[in-house]
């Protein structure tokens, strides 16, 4: 990218922003202890600490819902990461304890609260978007229904980039017309990646113990990486889209982002799975699946052959950081066992399709139409709105104030409609296999195939779309922050700071379709050798926490963020 004045913030205001924003977190060696064990702090807690505490009676989860709700409201008018509380969120949580005290335990996220990405349809009060407001949907979808049977508490949903950045030329990840703009935690005005930007920034802060997103290419690897967090992006059919807005069905999928390996591992366990509302999980290969927990092991790159496809990487202006952190990387995961295998590459065909072809585009923009519609709009109980097509939304976002048009246009749109086909024409099945030999025999999957690999690495900016096109899993593990001194580079609106000071930044490993437990092996033995998370906090964070809130006479935060029509 090429290097742009920021016109918004001199470097003054910026350090100024970063000073007065700045929210100290209190220090945990004045951390209260109940029956000598310290209460954990949010920011770093893990799955195994909650469930530990919960089970021992040191807190409840009404206790978790209050306390991660205080966290929201203490950042959200800065950050913008999360559009609504769920109202209904306390009293599952108090029927969660009353399950526990009765020996009723559902699993390890029993009364645990995540927060979900605001595309992910829920049958309750949770509100969706403008285009979408007030429109019903007749069930859970299924992965919010697997996380209900689960024991986990959906505390609320997080802001995404409009339409899973499936609608503007220029916009900006990020922003919704109902949520407004998010911005990342590292940096002031950081850009937060998308499409998955609020289930990012909130799980790097400690507003959830962890949150979901989707993908179709980069939206829950882009945002992890930049929020400092591992990211699963799982195979095409692994977990299930119903009821999810989608993109695509040949490229859309649901998965975790949290704050650890063993902690994304825990909640993809809880959301995977088939689901007869969706074909695309009929494919699973397993039956049970496979632990993907116990995969959690600090041998897992013993004896592995790790490949990498350099021919993928194209460095742009600033990459340095991230190319010499990639290559330190190459040696802990030697120095763990593994054999790396350098340019293992795609092919001259395939990695011709990649930079220049378009038939990525006209799957995208097909299945769109065809989706968007087939698998969502029409399943609605009601549609205040009368949007029944991609026409009918693109006429609404234009004609809506809010929406913010023609500032951010509707140029995607605009550009799927012009197909004049769908994803049933002729033209669509010639673009989408030209996709299968980009990523697949002429792509990644070719690459491991042809060369006995066990997984490719990749720095995570140059990881989603290879995958994208196949369907195949990858997963983020943080990996290094930009240096102090690295100089400001604004996105192209000149309203985020896509490359600055300490923000993060990730390495990918990917593999082959439902290798998702080899691959969260490979990441934690990564991971546990590096902990690379710990090494720079975010400027802001809330002060709420645990011990703020047990035992505090009639500490009760009301849930309800609602984002006003601006």
């Not at 913030?9 to 924003?21: D, E, G, H, I, R």
């Not at 990012?200 to 993908?215: F, K, N, P, Y």
Request: with cysteine; charged share 15%; aromatic share 8%.
């Amino acid at each position: 990218m090429a290097h742009l004045k920021m016109s918004i913030f001199s470097l003054f205001s910026l350090l100024s922003l970063w000073l007065l924003t700045t929210v100290v977190a209190q220090d945990c060696s004045t951390t209260p202890l109940v029956n000598g064990k310290p209460f954990p702090s949010l920011i770093d807690v893990t799955v195994e600490d909650l469930a530990t505490g919960l089970e021992s009676g040191q807190f409840t989860s009404v206790d978790l819902v209050n306390a991660y709700t205080a966290r929201i409201y203490e950042v959200n008018s800065t950050l913008h990461m999360v559009t609504i509380v769920n109202p209904d969120a306390l009293a599952i949580a108090a029927q969660l304890d009353a399950e526990r005290a009765n020996g009723t335990i559902r699993g390890p996220l029993h009364g645990i609260p995540i927060l979900i990405k605001n595309n992910i349809a829920t049958d309750d009060k949770i509100a969706g978007s403008f285009a979408l407001y007030g429109a019903t949907v007749p069930r859970d979808s299924g992965v919010a229904a697997k996380l209900r049977a689960a024991g986990v508490v959906i505390l609320g949903k997080t802001n995404l980039s409009q339409w899973a950045n499936f609608r503007s030329d220029n916009s900006t990840n990020g922003w919704s017309a109902y949520g407004g703009q998010t911005y990342a935690a590292y940096f002031p005005a950081q850009d937060p990646s998308g499409s998955s930007s609020g289930s990012g920034v909130s799980s790097s802060i400690g507003l959830a113990l962890a949150a979901l997103g989707t993908e179709t290419s980069g939206s829950i690897l882009s945002p992890s990486e930049v929020n400092n967090l591992v990211g699963i992006k799982p195979t095409v059919g692994l977990t299930s889209r119903s009821l999810v807005v989608p993109i695509s069905q040949r490229q859309d999928t649901v998965g975790p982002m949290a704050r650890s390996v063993k902690d994304a591992a825990y909640l993809l366990q809880a959301i995977a799975g088939m689901d007869p509302y969706d074909n695309y999980t009929s494919a699973i290969p397993y039956d049970p699946l496979p632990d993907y927990v116990a995969a959690c092991n600090f041998s897992g790159l013993q004896g592995k052959r790790i490949g990498i496809p350099r021919n993928v990487i194209s460095p742009e202006e600033g990459d340095g950081p991230v190319l010499a952190a990639f290559e330190a990387a190459i040696k802990t995961i030697t120095n763990a066992g593994a054999t790396v295998i350098d340019n293992t590459n795609i092919t001259a065909y395939a990695l011709d399709q990649y930079f220049y072809g378009n038939a990525s585009t006209i799957v995208l923009d097909a299945d769109f139409v065809s989706d968007l519609p087939g698998e969502y709009l029409s399943m609605l109980t009601s549609n205040p709105e009368n949007v029944h097509d991609l026409e009918d939304v693109r006429n609404f976002t234009q004609h809506f104030p809010q929406e913010d048009y023609p500032d951010r246009d509707t140029g995607v749109w605009d550009q799927a409609l012009g197909l004049g086909f769908n994803n049933t024409a002729p033209q669509f099945w010639a673009a989408y296999q030209i996709n299968l030999i980009t990523g697949g025999s002429g792509g990644i999957l070719g690459v491991l195939e042809n060369n006995s690999l066990d997984a490719l690495i990749l720095p995570t900016d140059f990881s989603p779309g290879l995958p994208a096109l196949v369907g195949s899993p990858v997963v983020t593990v943080p990996l290094g922050f930009y240096p102090p001194n690295t100089t400001v580079i604004p996105n192209q609106r000149n309203t985020l700071v896509e490359t600055g000071p300490n923000i993060p930044f990730g390495i990918s490993f990917l593999g082959a379709k439902w290798s998702e437990a080899s691959l969260i092996s490979y990441a934690y033995a990564f991971e546990q050798r590096t902990m690379v998370r710990n090494q720079v906090q975010p400027y802001i964070v809330p002060n709420t926490e645990l011990w703020d809130v047990v035992g505090a006479s009639g500490f009760n935060v009301t849930a309800n963020i609602t984002m006003s029509r601006r």
